[in-house]
């Protein structure tokens, strides 16, 4: 079964610290992505990773950066946090164009 | 681009009634993946069912089936005999060029008894 964990479930953060999110699958999938998932707005992707090394932005990247250096991991970043990100962030992974499997998520507050 | 909308916030259905939840999407993209996925209370996304731009028939999997009109670019999920367990937020994905994955906004399911 593909597993996907992250590092965290819930988080609380102060504005202006920098928050790191770890995701990890097992299943050697070269595609991960980053979710955030708010009420009435669905899942709105942040970053995407189709390769090791290799990023592109989603749909609402600004405030945000992300790393992968092995295929296996996949780290979100919040360089300086701001209360308008608190959410629920949800990393995904899959095989290119395949369904994706998730993560059980990780509810970050800021304060 | 690509979009997806889920005009449906919420819905009812009787235990063991059919449903359908509406789904359209908008790309460009020549070749493209459909795919709906469940979220129980709990939290978790779960995979239901997914259907391929090119696929002649529409998919099927158990009580789940993709009623997939491409001309009127829609994707509704159809489940039949529903269950309580059944409810839950749906969402509606597209998977379009460049691995770039969109979502809708769900759509609240809840079966009454």
């Known amino acids: 079964d593909v597993k996907v964990t992250q590092s965290s479930r819930y988080l609380v953060k102060r504005t202006g610290e920098k928050v790191f999110l770890e995701c990890v699958q097992d299943m050697d999938h070269e595609n991960m992505f980053w979710y955030r998932q708010d009420p009435g707005l669905g899942l709105r992707l942040i970053y995407f990773s189709y390769d090791v090394k290799m990023k592109e932005k989603g749909d609402i990247p600004e405030g945000y950066s992300v790393s992968r250096e092995k295929k296996e991991r996949f780290s979100l970043i919040l360089e300086s946090a701001s209360t308008n990100q608190t959410s629920m962030y949800l990393c995904?992974?899959?095989?290119?164009?395949?369904?994706?499997?998730f993560g059980p998520g990780t509810r970050l507050t800021v304060l | 681009a690509q979009k997806i909308t889920q005009t449906q916030p919420g819905m009812f259905v009787q235990e063991k009634e059919a449903v359908t939840l509406d789904c359209t999407y908008d790309t460009s993209d020549p070749s493209y993946g459909l795919f709906w996925y469940k979220q129980p209370s709990s939290g978790e996304m779960i995979f239901l069912i997914y259907?391929?731009?090119?696929?002649?028939q529409n998919a099927t999997e158990g009580r789940y089936s993709l009623n997939f009109q491409k001309a009127r670019k829609s994707a509704n999920l159809v489940i039949s005999a529903s269950q309580l367990g059944d409810s839950a937020m749906y969402f509606c994905?597209?998977?379009?060029?460049?691995?770039?994955?969109?979502f809708g906004t769900g759509t609240k399911l809840q079966v009454i008894p």
């Open positions: 995904a992974s899959s095989l290119a164009g395949l369904e994706q499997f």
């Open positions: 259907q391929g731009s090119y696929d002649q």
């Open positions: 994905a597209i998977h379009g060029g460049y691995q770039k994955v969109t």
